[in-house]
């Protein structure tokens, strides 16, 4: 027995305080549990399952080389986060006309909560697609993992009023696209804002 | 009137991964971890420390050896250079006495006509 088991004999304490650590980081643990965050920003951003798929395991990966220095769930997850953002980034760039031929065979997988209108999501989300790479990102974190606009910041390495400009101008974007779509189909009328 | 915030939530929510996601990556993660043992394998053994005097004293024995080899083969090819200098100045000096003696005979066949 060594001296740090030896230890715990005395100081209960600390060896429960291990324990707990050591099922906190536990890999398996972090993959079962981030799977479904990680999955979901590289699917909408790259909006393919199989290339989202890719992404995931790559950055899962990384977590797993790295997950000495990784202190607690909660930094894994802010961490894991921050790279599968920028992993997709660099996947969209590499892959741009290998998705661009890949989205015609674009099919919704389940969602928890499945929105009241398909179709006016289906049309947002398109018109998310075309927004410019890092501003798609934002939008992303922003309304997929209700990022604060810092946490935004931090993970994308940009500054904080960078992130609320892009933000600023993604939403008029997004709004004028979606007036055009809207007045354009007969069925979806209404104005945005 | 729509708002596009709420629009926006419902239309990027996360998505449920495939089913088997979790198991792919841990296989794929072990398989991955097993490739980069075996290629560090090597690598950690030379980076052992009882391995590390092993190799050092190893280094050193094919530095000398290496020293003394090329020594004698230089020496070698030296000796080479010199005999065969030598053999070149054993044939000009055959080739003059020759000369020499071709000479002196020619000296002595027209002395003897003489006489």
């Given at each position: 027995?060594?001296?740090?088991?030896?230890?715990?004999?005395y100081?209960?304490?600390?060896?429960?305080?291990?324990?707990?650590?050591?099922a906190?980081?536990?890999?398996?643990?972090?993959?079962?549990?981030?799977?479904?965050?990680?999955?979901?920003?590289?699917?909408r951003?790259?909006?393919?399952?199989?290339?989202?798929?890719?992404v995931?395991?790559?950055v899962?990966?990384?977590?797993?080389?790295?997950?000495?220095t990784?202190?607690?769930n909660e930094h894994?997850?802010?961490?894991?986060?921050?790279?599968?953002?920028?992993?997709?980034?660099?996947?969209?760039?590499?892959?741009?006309?290998?998705?661009?031929?890949?989205?015609d065979?674009?099919?919704?997988?389940?969602?928890?909560?499945?929105?009241?209108?398909?179709?006016?999501?289906?049309?947002?989300?398109?018109?998310?697609?075309?927004?410019?790479?890092?501003?798609?990102?934002?939008?992303?974190?922003?309304?997929?993992?209700?990022?604060?606009?810092e946490?935004?910041?931090?993970?994308?390495?940009?500054?904080?009023?960078?992130?609320?400009?892009?933000?600023?101008?993604?939403?008029?974007?997004?709004?004028?696209?979606?007036?055009?779509?809207?007045?354009?189909?007969?069925?979806?009328?209404?104005?945005?804002? | 009137?729509?708002?596009?915030?709420?629009?926006?939530?419902?239309?990027?929510?996360?998505?449920?991964?495939?089913?088997?996601?979790?198991?792919?990556?841990?296989?794929?993660?072990?398989?991955?971890?097993r490739?980069?043992?075996?290629?560090?394998?090597?690598?950690?053994?030379?980076?052992a420390?009882g391995?590390?005097?092993?190799?050092?004293?190893?280094?050193?024995?094919?530095?000398?050896?290496?020293?003394?080899?090329?020594?004698?083969?230089?020496?070698?090819?030296?000796?080479?250079?010199?005999?065969?200098?030598?053999?070149?100045?054993?044939?000009?000096?055959a080739?003059?006495?020759?000369?020499?003696?071709?000479?002196?005979?020619?000296?002595?066949?027209?002395?003897?006509?003489?006489?």
């Amino acid at each position: 027995m060594n001296a740090c088991n030896a230890s715990h004999e005395y100081y209960p304490a600390a060896a429960a305080a291990e324990a707990t650590m050591t099922a906190t980081l536990d890999f398996e643990y972090l993959v079962r549990t981030s799977q479904r965050m990680v999955f979901s920003i590289a699917y909408r951003y790259l909006r393919d399952a199989a290339a989202a798929e890719e992404v995931a395991q790559d950055v899962f990966w990384e977590l797993h080389k790295r997950l000495g220095t990784v202190e607690s769930n909660e930094h894994a997850v802010f961490w894991l986060r921050r790279v599968a953002c920028h992993r997709s980034i660099d996947y969209a760039r590499r892959h741009a006309a290998e998705l661009r031929a890949r989205s015609d065979a674009f099919t919704e997988p389940a969602q928890s909560d499945p929105p009241a209108d398909p179709l006016l999501s289906k049309r947002l989300r398109e018109a998310v697609a075309t927004l410019p790479k890092k501003m798609r990102m934002v939008v992303l974190l922003r309304f997929q993992q209700e990022a604060k606009l810092e946490e935004i910041a931090e993970a994308l390495g940009i500054p904080v009023n960078t992130v609320k400009s892009q933000l600023h101008r993604a939403l008029a974007m997004l709004r004028e696209k979606m007036q055009f779509m809207l007045e354009e189909s007969s069925g979806m009328g209404g104005t945005w804002r | 009137m729509k708002h596009i915030e709420e629009e926006l939530k419902r239309a990027l929510a996360e998505v449920e991964p495939p089913e088997g996601l979790a198991g792919r990556v841990l296989a794929r993660v072990a398989e991955r971890e097993r490739g980069r043992r075996a290629r560090a394998g090597w690598l950690g053994l030379a980076a052992a420390p009882g391995w590390r005097w092993a190799f050092a004293a190893v280094l050193c024995v094919a530095l000398v050896a290496g020293g003394i080899f090329y020594q004698r083969a230089r020496t070698r090819a030296e000796g080479e250079r010199a005999k065969e200098q030598l053999m070149l100045a054993l044939e000009i000096t055959a080739s003059k006495l020759q000369i020499a003696q071709a000479t002196v005979q020619g000296i002595n066949s027209g002395a003897e006509a003489e006489q």
